[in-house]
């Protein structure tokens, strides 16, 4: 072989490492699984700052006597979604014949707490004002 010839072949095995594969159909499930991650990191984060905020605005509320229907109202429908995603999330283990026992139960138990704690609190706070 000619040095010419090499250098074209090493150039051509270079073009071929370098060129991307394509995958048909990936850029479409990366952008999907994308989106759905970012919608659940988003429940989330709304879900517990919301909480967060509602059980000091309940606690404040209950020390200047105050109630909210509207209060128990949200507090009720996030307990309610994060009830389900955890009944969900233990539904699904259970059906891949997987220990629902797992770190990430106690992650999702700590989500679903943030909510109930709330519900509790808008509760004891509009059952106060009625005193």
Not at 25 to 31: E, Q, S, V
Request: glycine share 8%; with cysteine.
């Amino acid at each position: 072989m000619t040095d010419a010839n090499c250098d074209d072949q090493a150039a051509r095995i270079l073009m071929c490492l370098l060129e991307p594969t394509v995958i048909p159909g990936l850029d479409r499930a990366i952008l999907e699984l994308l989106l759905i991650s970012t919608a659940i990191v988003g429940a989330v984060l709304l879900l517990t700052i919301g909480s967060i905020v509602g059980i000091f605005r309940a606690r404040r509320r209950r020390k200047r006597g105050g109630h909210s229907k509207a209060a128990v109202g949200l507090a009720a429908f996030a307990a309610s979604i994060s009830a389900l995603w955890l009944s969900y999330w233990v539904g699904d283990n259970i059906y891949h014949h997987a220990n629902p026992l797992d770190g990430l139960l106690a992650i999702n138990f700590g989500l679903c707490v943030l909510p109930v704690s709330w519900l509790v609190t808008a509760i004891r706070a509009n059952t106060s004002a009625a005193l």
